[in-house]
T-cell receptor
Framework: LAKTTQPISMDSYEGQEVNITCSHN???????ITWYQQFPSQGPRFIIQ???TKVTNEVASLFIPADRKSSTLSLPRVSLSDTAVYYC??????????FGAGTRLTVKP | DAGITQSPRYKITETGRQVTLMCHQT?????MFWYRQDLGHGLRLIYY???????DKGEVPDGYVVSRSKTENFPLTLESATRSQTSVYFC??????????????FGPGTRLTVT
């Protein structure tokens, strides 16, 4: 099972781009990479998913190199409301999908 | 109400008692999950289910029992609660045929305290 490693915390300022990297050296061929955001006292919320290369949606981009051993979530122009914990999740629906420990992002004014 | 709901939202119980946490979703998603989140930590998968009558163990299944007789319900039972099971429990569902096929929808959580 792929284990993920993320930085424990990151600080940023409003308007900056934030990149959070997740390491998953043992990723399996069928595994997808998914990122979630969690605010205090709430359940996680889906941000983006990807298998390889680059994926972009209205809130974020996900960069996955060819070897897929890591992935980077990119949040453009963060605001105070983006302060949250961000989780990287690697797995296949038919197997045990495991959350990492999460990265606590603090956006400062 | 549409969506995914959990009940109760808060529960205090004593060591050794049996407790059942309920999870209900209205979307008919085939996959459902139970996670626990200890204070200040990430989520750990307890059990998951790919369809009614199909369940599998996750990372931390010991001390828990699940069943899924209907697609929309996925109850989690602590057979004999211990203090180490004090946690926030999240239920989630997933539609593998959806546009974002790995998007899990999470419930609001149940905060369980075992005294």
């Amino acid at each position: 099972l792929a284990k993920t490693t993320q930085p424990i915390s990151m600080d940023s300022y409003e308007g900056q781009e934030v990149n959070i990297t997740c390491s998953h050296n043992n990723i399996a061929t069928n595994d997808y990479i998914t990122w979630y955001q969690q605010f205090p006292s709430q359940g996680p919320r889906f941000i983006i998913q990807g298998y390889k290369t680059k994926v972009t949606n209205e809130v974020a981009s996900l960069f996955i190199p060819a070897d897929r051993k890591s992935s980077t979530l990119s949040l453009p122009r963060v605001s105070l409301s983006d302060t949250a914990v961000y989780y990287c999740l690697v797995g296949d629906k038919n197997n045990d999908m495991r959350f990492g420990a999460g990265t606590r992002l603090t956006v400062k004014p | 109400d549409a969506g995914i709901t959990q009940s109760p939202r808060y529960k205090i119980t004593e060591t050794g008692r049996q407790v059942t946490l309920m999870c209900h979703q209205t979307w008919s998603h085939s996959y459902m999950f139970w996670y626990r989140q200890d204070l200040g930590h990430g989520l750990r998968l307890i059990y998951y289910s790919a369809a009614a009558d199909i369940t599998d163990k996750g990372e931390v299944p010991d001390g828990y029992v699940v069943s899924r007789s209907k697609t929309e319900n996925f109850p989690l039972t602590l057979e004999s609660a211990t203090r180490s099971q004090t946690s926030v429990y999240f239920c989630a569902s997933l539609d593998p045929s959806g546009g974002s096929s790995y998007e899990q929808y999470f419930g609001p959580g149940t905060r369980l305290t075992v005294t």
